[in-house]
């Protein structure tokens, strides 16, 4: 049997996507309710709306691919600073050890989100509280 790493059990997906039970843990990630999801069809296990972009700087992004590594490099300085997040990343890391942890988001391009950095910031973070 080949071991796969804790990072691998970190996924994320649209949540318009229906769910699935290769999802294990459903979190939405956005700051704001997407919009046409009912709380059932959405089948969350948590909403981390305090670890979600800022206001102004999801504004500023408005989801251009141009703009997404000065996001990256914004919003990872956020969670950074937010008080909250490293509680969040640990909340996270206990939860990988029961199974896969789904990161959902409603932005309509999957190569231009902010899950995508929220994903790689969690991974690091979570290495260090492995380590």
Known sequence: MLFRSKMDYIKIKRIYEPPEDTDGKRILVDRLWPRGISKKRAALDSWAKEIAPSPDLRKWF?????KLNDFGKAYR???TRNPDAMAWASKIADWLKQGDVTLLYAAKNPQVNHALILKDWLEQKILKIEI
């Open 77 to 79: 300085g956020e969670l």
């Open 62 to 66: 408005g989801h251009e691919a141009k």
